[in-house]
């Protein structure tokens, strides 16, 4: 009888055997499957509904509140000239060109009592008056009577101005009630509203157009005026 060969070792049986090598290959790769399962399973997962670390909030800015300062008072509005009006004390216009007293002028139309009025001197006349220009311009200008009351006691006024020509613009007293007035064709008449204590003085202005700045006339109650 024949005897059957058996089967070779080693290397040799490797060779002849694929299956095998594959048969090995799929045994590694199911462990570490395995193993990687296991690890993963391992790992604690975050709670559901956890919310991320909150970030740290930067403090808020405090700004000091500014300390208001303080406004100057502005400057009192000298009186002006108003537009062609007659008898009544002039407003001023913002932009309407029309020219303003004398800002260096003292204030005008408040009657000023001393504590010892001086007596009218014989021959004296009881209300003084002095003429001036206060301001001129192209066509016109302002002019002023400033009146003092030498006598012992209050009185009224009456100052009568003439010019060659021109015209009257307007006339006030400032502060004061305003007075009457009554033009002619050469010039013009203005009664006091108020009367003026002892001592004490008041100023007539007026703004005239086209006319020369020395009147022809110039009366405080008859007696003419100084400074012509």
């Not at 009186?79 to 060109?97: D, K, Q, V, W, Y």
């Not at 004398?102 to 003084?128: E, F, L, V, Y």
């Not at 400032?174 to 033009?183: A, S």
């Not at 157009?209 to 110039?218: G, L």
């Amino acid at each position: 009888m024949r005897r059957v060969p058996r089967p070779p070792h080693g290397p040799v049986a490797i060779a002849t055997s694929p299956w095998i090598v594959v048969g090995a290959g799929v045994v590694v790769m199911v462990v570490l499957l395995i193993v990687a399962l296991g690890a993963y399973r391992g790992r604690s997962p975050a709670p559901d509904g956890a919310q991320p670390p909150a970030l740290p909030v930067p403090s808020a800015v405090v700004v000091a509140p500014s300390v208001p300062t303080s406004v100057p008072s502005p400057a009192p509005v000298l009186p002006g000239i108003s537009g062609r009006a007659s008898g009544l004390p002039p407003s001023a216009a913002a932009g309407s060109g029309s020219p303003t007293a004398d800002p260096t002028a003292g204030p005008i139309g408040k009657p000023s009592a001393t504590r010892s009025p001086s007596r009218a001197a014989p021959g004296q006349p009881a209300m003084t008056g002095r003429y001036r220009v206060v301001q001129s311009f192209d066509g016109g200008f302002i002019g002023e009577v400033a009146m003092v009351n030498t006598s012992t006691r209050s009185r009224g006024w009456t100052v009568r101005l003439e010019f060659s020509g021109g015209r009257l613009v307007t006339a006030w007293v400032e502060g004061v009630p305003q007075g009457t007035i009554r033009q002619s064709d050469d010039g013009f008449t203005y009664v006091s509203g108020v009367d003026v204590s002892p001592g004490g003085s008041v100023s007539l202005r007026f703004h005239i157009e086209r006319a020369s700045q020395t009147p022809r006339a110039c009366t405080v109650d008859g007696v003419r005026c100084n400074g012509l």
